[in-house]
């Protein structure tokens, strides 16, 4: 039998673990997790497969009629990137040293990937370059420039891809004067978010990412309870505004419904061979704590 003693404690216990919880709740942010809105619907393609289709504020995923998901307004940039600064983990100064000291494939193999004139080249078939380094929480400086030489339309011009831990992906393509779906040109959340507005540069010239990059957070279940965020200055222009990313980034088709994967707190930070020689320099680093 309890004594009223060992009542009154078992009382203030669970008041305590009840107060534990919800703060623990709180701390991880009071992010409202209904918006965007995401519905999914069950559809069937033109092969009569049944796919899921992913729609973001009512917008489908790559939704390509401009009248559903117009484009972002062009906006022209300033001409100066960013060096980096004192406490900033540089993982590429455009040495061929400072490329295989800090890359590698994504077997943890020699890159293929060319070094020239102090910039990292995608080389079509050599698969992704990823960071020896991992990160989670982070700013990343990067600076990339899509082929001089203007080949291919849409998606097939330019493109590669900055992911962040190796899972989320902002898009790198040839976006000047090359029309695409809104959420796959530079800058946007792969197929997630669109940017605010296109400050791509011409084809050839270096542009710059500079992204503020919260990790997500998962429980113990593996179930997302906090989104990551992303706020990106493309070419020194607001892009992305603390945007909480709705699910994966990946490439599923035009239906694209993707949910988050649990996954370690740090991965690599890796760049997309897509075919393309993309080149990549002046690539920075400096984590972030968790809010
Ligand atoms: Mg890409």
Request: include cysteine; proline fraction near 5%.
């Amino acid at each position: 039998m309890q004594k009223p003693l060992s009542r009154s404690l078992r009382f203030f216990a669970s008041i305590f673990t009840f107060t534990s919880l919800l703060s623990a709740h709180l701390s991880l942010g009071e992010e409202d997790m209904s918006k965007p809105v995401i519905t999914v619907e069950k559809k069937k393609d033109a092969k009569g497969n049944e796919s899921l289709y992913m729609y973001i504020d009512g917008v489908k995923v790559h939704e390509t009629d401009t009248t559903k998901q117009p484009l972002p307004p062009v906006v022209t940039p300033g001409d100066k990137p960013a060096a980096p600064p004192s406490d900033a983990v540089v993982l590429f100064d455009g040495t061929t040293k400072s490329f295989s000291k800090n890359w590698t494939d994504t077997q943890g193999g020699v890159s293929k990937w060319n070094v020239v004139d102090g910039a990292m080249e995608s080389v079509r078939g050599a698969g992704y370059v990823q960071s020896k380094a991992k990160f989670g929480s982070c700013q990343l400086h990067i600076e990339w420039a899509s082929p001089a030489k203007v080949q291919g339309n849409g998606q097939g011009r330019g493109n590669s891809g900055v992911f962040l831990m190796g899972t989320y992906e902002v898009q790198v393509l040839d976006s000047y004067d090359n029309q695409t779906y809104a959420d796959g040109q530079a800058g946007a959340l792969y197929g997630r978010s669109k940017p605010l507005v296109n400050a791509s540069r011409k084809a050839g010239e270096w542009q710059s990412y500079d992204i503020i990059f919260h990790r997500p957070l998962f429980d113990k279940d593996g179930k997302v309870t906090r989104r990551a965020t992303f706020t990106i200055l493309h070419n020194g222009v607001l892009i992305q505004d603390h945007i909480g990313l709705s699910g994966g980034t990946g490439w599923r088709g035009p239906n694209a419904a993707s949910e988050y994967k649990a996954h370690a707190d740090k991965l690599p930070i890796s760049m997309q061979d897509h075919g393309n020689p993309v080149r990549f320099r002046n690539i920075w680093v400096r984590e972030l704590k968790d809010k």
